[in-house]
């Protein structure tokens, strides 16, 4: 059943402390709303709990990437297309630029936010495995004041995160250290535009010699959160890579993620295409020696 | 600096819309789709899916391409839209309205406004596209009948005649 707006309040605070007061004032109970394209699917669908909006689409300094010599902030209503656009993020941040091409059609990308999608916690989301690889920070800001929380003890259970009943997002903060790194970027979805993940793969490496000298690894859409394949990783760490060694990453992967059966597809598929595309990776790795 | 009221009553809204400023009663989380058609009579944008799947509903706010059915009008306040019904006057209209004629790029109607919102956001940036750049483009944009190859083949020819008159 259609929402009926009368039943709904949005405010517009303009700045960030009034939306932080106001959060403070009763916590968990002001939804915080950017670009509306997840809030307000649900809205329109009648489903959407809270019945206080607070519009933080008008704040300037959510809206901003900062360059640092040795990191880059992103605002968290930085929308996808401002990442598709600036320059240090598609040089440096490959697999995040490239996520954010795959998240929706332009409209959207014009409205998605950076923000908005990782307090939103779907595991199926195609930017989050890039912030897992690229070791992402969260600053999480209230009146209380401000922390910092690595993105991967961020999600703490099926959408359920690490954010304090009266906290916002302030930003995403990436180390400018992996431009040297391989980086692979691949999603499997039932088509190639606008579809949601079965599993996407965010990969990133450095090989000398046929040896992994060092390897970073997340998926979406195999687990309850957006996952850090870090066993794999350490079984791959140091090692020649051969046959054997891509054979037994399989079967790593395999055993790391907890994927599902769901509408997008089953978790006997999921775990196949998951193994095959850290083969994939791996092979890309070893062409990428050969080739230079 | 609260320009908005703390109630959900209707408040006074204040946008451009079409190159006209226009002021309307509507409550924060009517949706700008809505409130165009309704309230400004612009039916023009239509409704397809309701959740920001179509593209039906596009138009430009603040010149950015935007599905209306995902904006709460209370974030179009001082903000400039601009639907189908404006962007007759585009300078790129003539030109696309004559390719879509010509390549049969529109049937039963209901995906064109949107389409031509985003041939025209598409053209604005890249006014040579690639059909890869227009494929990603229109990517957000569904059709039902008329098929897409016509579709791309018009915004193809439409930016061909932009550039070689």
């Known amino acids: 059943m259609r929402a009926d707006p009368a039943e709904y309040r949005l405010v517009s605070p303009g700045n960030l402390q009034a939306v932080l007061s106001l959060m403070a004032s009763e916590p968990a109970q002001w939804l915080p709303i950017a670009g509306g394209t997840d809030v307000m699917v649900l809205y329109s669908a009648g489903k959407l709990p809270n019945r206080k909006l607070l519009n933080i689409w008008n704040i300037p300094e959510l809206r901003q990437i900062e360059v640092f010599p040795d990191r880059i902030r992103i605002g968290a209503a930085c929308t996808y297309t401002a990442l598709r656009q600036h320059e240090i993020v598609s040089r440096e941040f490959p697999l995040l630029a490239t996520a954010a091409s795959w998240t929706g059609g332009i409209a959207n990308q014009n409205r998605g936010t950076l923000g908005g ?119 791959l760490l140091g090692k020649q890579i051969e046959p054997s060694l891509i054979d037994s990453a399989r079967r790593t992967v395999a055993k790391e993620i907890r994927p599902i059966d769901d509408i997008r597809s089953t978790a006997r598929y999921r775990a196949a295409v998951a193994g095959n595309l850290v083969a994939e990776f791996l092979e890309k790795l070893v062409a990428s020696e050969t080739n230079t | 600096m609260n320009p908005l009221p703390e109630t959900s009553a209707t408040y006074e809204i204040s946008f451009s819309v079409n190159g006209e400023v226009k002021k309307v009663f509507a409550l924060p989380m009517e949706r700008l789709l809505d409130v165009l058609r309704n309230d400004l009579k612009l039916t023009g944008t239509k409704e397809g899916c309701g959740e920001g799947e179509c593209g039906s509903c596009s138009v430009l706010l603040d010149g950015m391409l935007v599905n209306s059915c995902l904006v709460p009008v209370a974030q179009a306040n001082g903000a400039t839209v601009v639907t189908i019904e404006g962007i007759s006057v585009h300078a790129k209209m003539k030109y696309l309205q004559e390719a879509f004629l010509e390549c049969g790029g529109a049937q039963c109607g209901i995906c064109t406004p949107g389409m031509i919102l985003a041939a025209v956001h598409l053209l604005e940036k890249k006014p040579e596209p690639a059909l890869a750049d227009i494929r990603e483009g229109l990517a957000g944009n569904l059709c039902r009948c008329t098929g897409y190859m016509q579709i791309f083949e018009a915004v193809t020819n439409a930016a061909r005649r932009k550039v070689t008159k």
């Not at chain 1, 959160?225 to 870090?230: E, Q």
């Open chain 1, 117 to 235: 999608n990782i307090a939103n916690a779907s595991p199926a989301a195609d930017s989050l495995p890039a912030l897992l690889v690229y070791d992402a920070e969260v600053t999480l800001i209230s009146v209380r004041g401000e922390r910092r929380v690595a993105y991967r003890n961020f999600h703490t259970d099926y959408k359920q995160t690490a954010l304090a009943a009266d906290e916002l997002i302030r930003d995403i903060s990436l180390p400018r250290r992996f431009s040297g790194y391989i980086s692979h970027a691949r999603k499997v979805g039932a088509r190639n535009a606008q579809a949601i993940s079965k599993v996407c793969l965010a990969a990133l490496g450095q090989i000398s010699n046929g040896t992994i000298r060092d390897v970073r690894l997340a998926m979406g859409s195999v687990a309850p959160i957006p996952l850090c394949l870090t066993k794999t990783e350490r079984a």
